[in-house]
């Protein structure tokens, strides 16, 4: 089945400690996303990748890394979360030749 | 840089009543996709809109493509409580994607 993972689903931390969040893709898709959605802002893009080893900023990168080693993965890394990075993070796909991304299931990081 | 404005942010109907949500981005768009998001799910692809003036239909949603790119619609049609859910438009910028703020669609039975 065509799909997109995350891990963990829900996530509870605290100001600092660093973590990652997980995004693997079984399409064979080149271009992957990470966004984040707040309540009144809808989706906001954070970074993206068109294929290994190349990744770029999205809108609102600061706080945030990622890497591309694999086609397949596309982590997020939060080195030292804050509050301000409370929010619902989604991962995404899609090919180069057609915009339609697919989504993973979200993740929900609470930083206290 | 780029924005793409979406309105209502919000819209209660009653079922059967139809549904509008309107895209106005500040620059001349390639395409524009929309997505839809169920309370508590992630969001899902609709439709791809790439020429102007093109409109498409599924089953009762309509969605048009403005003739100057820079803006779109989605109309549902007598609305339906598995409508509920938010919808997106999203476009790109650059090798970026903007996505609207979305409309959540609320249907009373």
């Known amino acids: 089945e065509a799909q997109v993972t995350q891990n963990p689903r829900y996530l509870i931390t605290v100001t600092g400690k660093k973590l990652t969040v997980t995004c693997s893709q079984n399409m064979n898709h080149e271009y992957m996303s990470w966004y984040r959605q707040d309540p009144g802002l809808g989706l906001r893009q954070i970074y993206y990748s068109m294929n290994v080893e190349v990744t770029d900023k999205g809108d609102v990168p600061e706080g945030y890394k990622v890497s591309r080693k694999e086609k397949r993965n596309f982590p997020l890394i939060l080195e030292s979360p804050s509050p301000n990075q409370t929010s619902l993070y989604f991962c995404a796909s899609r090919g180069m030749t057609y915009n339609e991304q697919f989504f993973g299931p979200g993740t929900r990081l609470t930083v206290l | 840089g780029q924005q793409v404005m979406q309105i209502p942010q919000y819209q209660h109907v009653q079922e059967g009543e139809d549904f509008t949500t309107y895209c106005n981005s500040s620059?001349?768009?390639?395409?524009i996709q929309w997505y839809k998001q169920r309370p508590g799910g992630h969001p899902v692809f609709l439709i791809q809109l790439v020429k102007s003036g093109e409109v498409k239909k599924q089953k009762r949603l309509t969605f048009q493509f403005g003739e100057a790119k820079k803006n779109s619609s989605l109309h549902i049609t007598a609305t339906q409580t598995t409508d509920v859910g938010t919808y997106f438009c999203a476009g790109p910028w650059g090798f970026k994607t903007i996505f609207g703020a979305g409309t959540r669609l609320f249907v009373k039975a």
């Open positions: 620059t001349t768009l390639s395409n």
